[in-house]
Each structure stands twice: as C-alpha cells, then as structure tokens.
C-alpha cells in the first residue's frame, strides 16, 4: 500500500502545474530547402495569416545574415517584415521584455540553421511556454550535408515543409544548393552570386565541374611557383 503511494505521489510531482496544465498547446512548424525556395516567402505567409487572424506574432533572424536589412527580413523578391536580429536564441525573451514575451503567440524564426540553440528554444516555447514557432532553414549545406541544428527540430514538429526551387540549369525541380565559387567554410553568406539552386545531375556534374577548376587553379599555382623559384635562381 505505502509502495502505491509513493509511486503515485512521484507520478504526481511530474505532472504539470495548474497554471502550465491550462496553458494553450503550442506547436512547431518546420519549413526547410534549397536556397531559393521561398522559405522565407512561406514563413512571412503564415506570420501574415497568423496576424490577420488576431494573434501577435514577432519574428527573430540572424545577426550573421546582414544581407538585405539589418532589422527586417527580406525574401528574394524584396517582400519585407521587421525583425529582432540575435546572435542566439536564448537571448530572445530578454531584448524582447518578459510582458511582451506572455502576450506573445507566435515566434518566426528565419536562417534557422545559424541558431545554434534551436533545439532547445523551440522545446522550451512550444511545450512550456505555448507558443506556435515556425521555423524556416536550409535542412542542408552546400556538400548536402546537415546544416546546424534545423534537423535536430523535426521530431519536434508538428510538420514540415520540404520546398523546392527551380533548377538554374535545366528548370527541374531544384532539391540542393551549388556553391559556384572556391570558398570551403560552411558558413558562407551571399545570394545568387555565390549560390544557385539545381537538380541532382546538375548537382553532381557541378562538383565535378568545380573540383576540375580546382585542380587546374591548383596546377597553375604549383608552376607559377616553381617558375617564381626559377626566376630568383637565375
């Protein structure tokens, strides 16, 4: 009997309390592509729907992307919405105010791949907080591999939005990112003139093409090198 009870009053204590067990139910969505794909362009349709449906809504990107506006987000096609720019998440309720933060129904989050608290922000909003968070990022990089924490969201959500972008090259649908320049770090922020969206076989045939550039880049640099040496011998 004693042993029921006990099991019982820990079942108890792991229960929420009133105030959290009537708190409204919050959600995740997910919105994730290639560059190019409207991501952004989605996220600012919901947020707009999610206004004009009377609920209060604020929007957070990036400080790293400064590209179009420091505090607006801004799709490719030059639609705008304000924004607060952090450099994390978990800074997100103080610059916004603890008042400001309880009245809140909607979180925005745009570039979510350079969040690297993302997890844990949209656990804690959604399912102690109530907040509906939509989550708008690249799921991949430009060697198709995972791009910060965007993936870790999806057991998380309540659904995910795969989109695609048009193939630069032959107009099919575009499911990846092609880097067309040298650079190698991961973390590279520009827009067409670095990036472009593209199919599979223009995926791989563009790799290809790079690494090919590459080594005649390379090449030339080992025989202007040793023409260099050359030179100074003489």
């Known amino acids: 009997m004693a042993s029921s009870f006990r099991s019982s009053a820990s079942l108890s204590s792991n229960l929420p309390s009133s105030a959290s067990a009537h708190r409204a139910s919050g959600e ?6 290639p560059m190019f794909a409207g991501k952004t362009t989605s996220l600012l349709r919901r947020i707009k729907s999610e206004t004009n449906n009377g609920r209060s809504v604020a929007i957070i990107k990036s400080s790293k992307d400064n590209r179009y ?8 096609d030059g639609a705008k919405f304000p924004c607060l720019a952090l450099p ?3 800074s997100f309720r103080q610059k916004f105010g603890d008042d400001a933060y309880e009245k809140l129904d909607v979180i925005g989050i745009d570039e979510a791949q350079f969040f690297e608290d993302l997890y844990d922000f949209c656990l804690k909003a959604a399912d102690h907080d109530g ?3 939509i989550v708008a990022g690249l799921d991949g990089d430009y060697l198709r591999r995972s791009f910060g924490s965007v993936l ?3 057991p998380l959500a309540d659904t995910v939005t795969k989109l695609t972008a048009r193939c630069e090259l ?6 990846f990112t092609l880097r067309k320049t040298e650079d190698k770090q991961t973390e590279l922020i520009a827009g067409s003139d670095v990036y472009m969206p593209v199919c599979r076989q223009h995926y791989v045939n563009g790799q290809v093409v790079i690494e090919a550039a590459r080594s005649v880049i390379e090449s030339h640099k080992v025989k202007g090198e040793a023409y260099s040496e050359v030179a100074s011998a003489v």
């Open 28 to 33: 995740v969505h997910l919105i994730v592509g």
């Open 69 to 76: 506006a420091i505090d607006s987000i801004v799709t490719h």
């Open 131 to 133: 907040k509906t968070v």
């Open 170 to 175: 032959c107009g099919k649908r575009a499911f």
């Open 152 to 154: 870790d969201v999806v």
């Open 88 to 90: 994390d998440l978990s």
